[in-house]
């Protein structure tokens, strides 16, 4: 029901690109992750509990359809009712999302109008036992503000039951519903910078982080013939996942006087422009995510309402790693294109 590209597939198509692709051909792969808790840079804020979980199935010209899902959710600690799950399957493309409704405290109540805030997520991984199956998400939209505002991830954890029931029992435009367990974790994003490497800190210096911007796009990686070269990055910019975009991130196609290629663009509030080139070499953090790296701004424009800024980190990455994969070599191969996603969190600093 949720799923990811498996690597395995991704395999067949590099393999059959002799008969299957052109010059000029993408292949999307989904970013690929090991992880069952997000990246550095994302907090542990509320865990839950899923009361009187039901998944729905509707009989279909012989086959159970699954028509979504629901349960009520109950604080892991206090059991106190905190809100309500839902799983979504969309009308035209069938995927699956996953929608929190979490009930605001009086303070943020008070201060959104709001008795509840809410976030959408998608599932990014996926672990499967004989008994359980465990999912990773990422927000990607919220509704109204107070609880949910910066929820960044959501964890689902040990989900047990809610199979569909066995074929022979389906019969023509039945409904049935099917129990589920389930907890959750939900993780904000930080409001500071994750503990780094010494070879980014010890370059930081004194120097203070004032802005973040939580990225996602895609790098495109062109086969040559004899290996992968990166052909293009670009990113959208938000606040935290699923916020709204207030940015972009691109490589320029041409250095500025001083060498910088990689462009932030902010557009609202205060929009500015900040440029710049790598200052450390890429740290890897992880098997499943981009190099850490700190770029020193060669040139900017627009208000910089914190104090000239100085640098940009790249921090909590995920995906945008280049295939490990070789397609053959043979001549039609050239120029096969795979597009990688990604995300990140990306600090300027001034000094």
Same mark, same amino acid.
């Given at each position: ?5 498996? /690597?395995? %597939? ?27 808790? &997000? ?21 279909? #010209? ?48 008070? @201060? ?13 991984? +996926?672990? +499967? +036992? ?18 949910? =505002? ?15 029931? &066995? $074929? ?5 435009? @039945?409904?049935? #519903? ?19 490497? =010494? &070879? ?5 210096? /004194?120097?203070?982080?004032? @802005?973040? %911007?939580?990225? $996602? ?5 062109? !086969?040559?013939?004899?290996?992968? +070269? ?18 972009? %991130? ?13 462009? !932030? ?64 070599? *043979? *001549? ?9 996603? %990604?995300?990140?969190?990306? !600090?300027?600093?001034?000094?």
């Amino acid at each position: 029901m949720w799923s990811l590209i498996s /690597s395995s %597939f991704i395999a067949l198509l590099l393999l059959q690109c002799i008969v299957t692709t052109s010059f000029g051909t993408t292949v999307v792969v989904a970013a690929s992750t090991t992880l069952q808790t &997000p990246p550095p840079g994302n907090t542990l804020s509320m865990t839950c509990t899923a009361q009187n979980g039901q998944r729905m199935y509707k009989c279909l #010209e012989g086959k159970w359809v699954y028509q979504g899902g629901e349960s009520k959710l109950l604080d892991a600690q206090t059991y106190a009712n905190v809100g309500v799950y839902r799983e979504m399957v969309h009308p035209v493309t069938k995927t699956i999302s996953g929608w929190w409704e979490i009930v605001n405290d009086s303070g943020d109540d008070a @201060e959104s109008g709001y008795q509840y805030s809410t976030v959408t997520g998608k599932v990014i991984d +996926t672990v +499967t +036992t004989q008994t359980s199956t465990s999912l990773l998400c990422v927000a990607t939209q919220h509704g109204n503000m107070g609880a949910t =505002t910066r929820i960044s991830y959501i964890a689902m954890l040990g989900a047990k039951g809610g199979a569909a029931p &066995p $074929q022979s029992l389906c019969k023509q435009d @039945e409904v049935v #519903e099917v129990p589920f367990t389930a907890g959750f974790a939900f993780y904000t994003q930080d409001t500071s910078p994750p503990t780094l490497p =010494t &070879p980014i800190s010890a370059k930081l210096g /004194s120097s203070q982080a004032v @802005e973040s %911007f939580y990225a $996602q796009g895609a790098v495109r990686y062109s !086969w040559t013939g004899t290996s992968w +070269t990166t052909k293009s990055v670009t990113a959208q910019l938000s606040t935290v996942p699923g916020g709204p975009v207030v940015g972009k %991130f691109s490589v320029l196609p041409k250095p500025d006087r001083y060498g910088g290629r990689l462009n !932030w663009l902010v557009f609202n509030p205060n929009g500015f422009s900040v440029t710049g080139r790598g200052y450390t070499a890429p740290v890897l953090m992880s098997d499943y995510g981009l190099g850490w790296q700190l770029v020193q701004i060669t040139s900017s424009s627009g208000p910089a309402l914190e104090g000239p800024y100085r640098y940009v980190l790249m921090t909590s990455t995920l995906g945008g790693l280049q295939p490990v994969i070789k397609p053959t070599t *043979e *001549e039609k191969c050239e120029g096969l294109v795979i597009t990688s996603t %990604f995300s990140c969190v990306f !600090w300027i600093y001034t000094t």
